[in-house]
């Protein structure tokens, strides 16, 4: 059962509690945050249909919020925000946030390229919520935490657009394999927009069932659109730039 899958763990850390999802079928085991011990190894989400986004000019926001205990899996001292890149070894060219233990926060479009926010989150274990926005507009890249902004101009580029394109966007979890490089943060309200000029063809994605409630959001490159409310599967967006919560 459940609870005797957690109880076997106890050795690593004390159980605080367990926690079955009839959705998912997920059984989380939860530690005491003393412990600084986390069961939940594949903590990823994606989303499917991107578009464009990270191929060129791009802006992103969400919400993130602690959880009380270590952001990272055992023996490792970060976690992927998010990334999207078709590339399998380095270097995995595509945008992508990580947050370390110490709220350091990285962005980057390459591997080899990074933009380093020194203790841009003062404890990401903590449970309050900040806002984050990572965009990149030519060779600029600016990041944004909770109002605070900092910009450092980038000299690499994507190798491969086409085969960025193909692969999911990947939240809290490494692109190549979702189990690792886990981030232990509830991650809300993400709005994306890729810069697609022109374009006003619709995009359906799936949100998940039950139904799951948030902010809707899209920009006609000047303008932007917000709702709130409770999304169902299949919910569309009027552009192809949306948001999708988990």
């Known amino acids: 059962t459940c609870q005797d899958a957690c109880l076997k763990l106890d050795s690593i ?83 992508a946030v990580f947050i370390h233990e110490n709220g350091d926060i990285l962005f980057q479009i390459r591997a080899d390229e990074e933009f380093k926010l020194p203790n841009a989150l003062s404890d990401p274990s903590e449970e309050v919520t900040h806002q984050l926005e990572f965009s990149r507009e030519g060779d600029l890249l600016t990041a944004t935490v909770d109002g605070n902004t900092q910009q450092m101009t980038i000299t690499k580029q994507i190798y491969d657009a086409t085969t960025l394109q193909k692969a999911p966007l990947r939240f809290r979890g490494n692109h190549v394999n979702s189990e690792e490089e886990s981030l232990h ?25 039950p139904p799951r409630t948030g902010t809707i959001a899209f920009s006609t490159g000047t303008t932007e659109f917000r709702m709130t409310g409770t999304g169902l599967p299949n919910t569309q967006a009027n552009m192809d730039s949306s948001a999708f919560f988990a």
């Open 13 to 95: 850390g004390p159980i605080a509690g367990v926690e079955f999802s009839g959705v998912d079928q997920r059984c989380n085991c939860m530690f005491s945050p003393s412990s600084g011990v986390s069961c939940d190894k594949d903590t990823s989400f994606d989303i499917t249909n991107a578009g464009e986004f990270g191929a060129g000019d791009f802006f992103i926001r969400m919400d993130v919020k602690g959880k009380g205990t270590s952001i990272s899996d055992p023996g490792k001292s970060y976690g992927a925000l998010f990334i999207r890149s078709g590339e399998k070894s380095s270097v995995f060219s595509g945008p």
């Open 185 to 209: 943060m509830d991650v809300r309200n993400i709005m994306f927009t890729p810069v697609i000029k022109n374009l006003r063809t619709a995009r359906t994605t799936t949100i998940g069932s």
